[in-house]
Nanobody, 122 residues
């Protein structure tokens, strides 16, 4: 059974940092990544990383502040979030794909975690 379990969300002041972690089990995934859904808005792409970790992509809104990484030996993918802003407030979802060549589209990902809340206060 495939499972993606997120952890590390919480409440932080603007300018602070949080580190999200996702533990994957059940199969091997090629691309993994993170999406988020701000209150009252649609789910949006945040970052993704290839199997080897050599290729990463970020949404423009988080570039330079967030860093995605993965440890295949531990089957985990992390999202280090620095210089957080109130507009980063959202439920963050870990995602995984069974194939290579995925993009930032939600439809490209086969598995989703249940989400973890991140709240940034001003």
């Amino acid at each position: 059974q495939v499972q993606l379990v997120e952890s590390g969300g919480g409440l932080v002041q603007a300018g602070g940092s949080l580190r999200l972690s996702c533990a994957a089990s059940g199969r091997t995934f090629y691309a993994m990544g993170w999406f988020r859904q701000p209150p009252g808005k649609e789910r949006e792409f945040v970052a993704r990383i290839s199997w080897s970790g050599a290729t990463t992509n970020y949404a423009d809104s988080v570039k330079g502040r967030f860093t995605i990484s993965r440890d295949n030996a531990k089957s985990t993918v992390d999202l280090q979030m620095n210089s957080l802003k109130p507009e980063d407030t959202a439920v963050y979802y870990c995602v995984a794909a069974r194939r290579m060549g995925v993009t930032s589209r939600k439809e490209d990902y086969d598995y989703w975690g249940q989400g973890t809340q991140v709240t940034v206060s001003s």
